[in-house]
């Protein structure tokens, strides 16, 4: 389309990733872009993240228990794209995302091995959309806590648009479900747990390592929720590569030895371990959304389980 033209003309190509030669050179392809494959696969992505909605695949038996058809039901998740393509600050978490995406497809894939989800308290850091967080309720999560920096009336409002009773501020006063909780946290703050609670069960982070400048207040809110002397918890995590070489550095930050400073123990008491899960160990009937939406094709995602307790990785 014209729109689609035009905002190929303005698109700025990271060199390293753009495969036409002449362009790297002298940017020789500019008067043909939209013949480009690059732009073409980059287009294609950005069309997902202007739709107001998307839907997002589960399988039936998770939606109806009683169901025992293989065959697969779409739930739809809105979008605030008015949001992402303001000028006004960051606004990542409005659309959904490939590590979104290949989270539920994980955590769908756990709970049918050894009921990974179900019964869980869930802690979820950068809730978004609320997409991850529905899912986790889907299967039967006992409560789920969202957290994000940002308002969290988009991810109620899809949770809302699926369950007919949330338990936001002004739901328990009515009595209504506790299945859901929102509260408002920045990474690296002091955990509120007095709306917490007891440590969770499991702690869920998708697309945590996007801004390179919050690895650390990521990393100490890990080690405050995994390392808590009471925690027996277990992390989910699934990012995607973009930096490897500053990414290493950030788990191995994450899983070192606590390390002592005159006497008195500095980060986590106790060591976060890590096991990374090969795509390869996914059968391919678990990949439910990933050959559905464009951008959960990149093999460059990846899902790392963290926990202190070694048992935790028998999954």
Sequence with gaps: TAAQRRHSSQMSIPRQNCPCKPYEKNKACRHRLRECTYVKRRIEIESFYRMSYRLVYLPSSALQPSSTAPSLSPIRIYQDTSQYYSSKGDSTGNVIWGCGLRMIDTLIWLESKNKFVSGKRILELGTGTGLVALCAGILKARHVICTDRKSLDLARKNIEGYHSTISGDSARTKGESKQFSFTQYCWGDKLPWDKIGAPPDLLTIADGLYFEDNFTMLQKTIQEVLGHPKSKAIGLMVYK????????????????????????????????????????????????NYDKHVDARDPSLKAVLMSCEKSAFAV
């Design 241 to 288: 590569e973009r930096n490897p070489a500053n990414e290493e550095k950030f788990f191995n930050s994450l899983s070192a030895e606590p390390s002592s400073l005159n006497g008195k123990i500095v980060g986590s008491k106790r060591r976060i371990l890590l096991n990374w899960l090969s795509l390869s160990e996914y059968p391919k009937s678990a990949l439910i």
